[in-house]
Each structure stands twice: as structure tokens, then as C-alpha cells.
């Protein structure tokens, strides 16, 4: 069963950064087709560590990268929203520096014992728990804000484009 998740998991990384690829190579000047871009090796790069977590003996570690690669992945998502589907950034400069800056500082979080504490061992189980620390609020509402956010801009857009 671990070869079948194995191939599954590669076929669908692959499948990811070739579709990434397919659309930056397309037009590279792109705003929109960046991010995408971007998204795509995020998410390849979250699926992989999410893998990794669950098969590893330094689980805290890799449990921690994925919530690092979640906030990227969520960021990206949100900036993607904004822009779709133009060729240049909406956001005003100092706007995307302040979500880049919040974003990294959650990262940073994300990968410290204020996030996750430590793994708590269950008895008749492989896989552990996550022992949570207070900074797993922080990560949880910026992930809910990019993630509603977008949504909210994308469906925003759908319905002004559905009156033209």
C-alpha cells in the first residue's frame, strides 16, 4: 500500500509542476500565470513534506513544514485571487509587502514550539498527535483569512463578470 501512495503521490507532484509549467510558459510576463505558478510548486512541495510527516521519525519536524508551506500555499492563493485574471499585480506595494511580511512571521511561527509543542504518542497507532501551542491561533486565522479572502475576491469577480 506505501508503493501505490508513493506513485500516487509523484504522478500527482509531477502532474502539478508540468500544469504549472504549461501555464508560466505560456506568457512568463504574466502576473496571474506566476502565481499559478507558484501555487502549483507550493502545493507539490506542502503534498510532499505532508508525506514525509507521516512516514518519518522527526514527524514534529516535518508536521511544522507543513503548516510553513500551508500559509505560503494560502498567501499565494490570496495574491492569485487579487490578480486573476489580469496581467499585472492589483495590489498596491506596500499592501503586499505588509501580507508578505505577516506571512513570513507566521512561517517563522509555524516552525517554533509555539505552534506545535511537541508529538504525543498514541497507544495502537503509528501515527502521533500534535501537542498545539498558542501560535496555532495566528496560524489558523491568517490561514482563514487568505482562504475566505480569496474565495470572497473570486466569487466577487464571478458575479460582476456575470452581469456584463
Do not use: E
Amino acid at each position: 500500500m506505501t508503493k501505490v501512495v508513493l506513485i500516487i503521490l509523484l504522478v500527482s507532484l509531477l502532474a502539478n509542476i508540468l500544469l504549472g509549467l504549461l501555464v508560466i510558459a505560456r506568457d512568463s510576463t504574466s502576473a496571474t500565470n506566476r502565481l499559478f505558478f507558484l501555487l502549483m510548486a507550493t502545493m507539490s512541495a506542502w503534498s510532499f513534506v505532508n508525506y514525509l510527516s507521516f512516514r518519518n521519525t522527526d514527524a514534529l519536524f516535518y508536521a511544522r513544514l507543513v503548516l510553513c508551506f500551508a500559509v505560503a500555499f494560502a498567501c499565494l492563493f490570496f495574491f492569485f485571487a487579487l490578480t486573476f485574471p489580469s496581467k499585472k499585480s492589483t495590489l498596491s506595494r506596500r499592501s503586499f509587502f505588509l501580507f508578505i511580511g505577516w506571512s513570513l512571521v507566521v512561517m517563522a511561527l509555524t516552525l517554533t514550539p509555539f505552534t506545535f509543542r511537541h508529538i504525543q504518542t498514541i497507544s495502537n497507532s503509528s501515527v502521533g498527535r500534535p501537542v498545539v501551542g498558542p501560535a496555532i491561533v495566528l496560524f489558523g486565522l491568517t490561514v482563514v483569512f487568505y482562504d475566505i479572502g480569496g474565495l470572497f475576491i473570486l466569487a466577487r469577480k464571478k458575479l460582476l463578470l456575470s452581469r456584463i
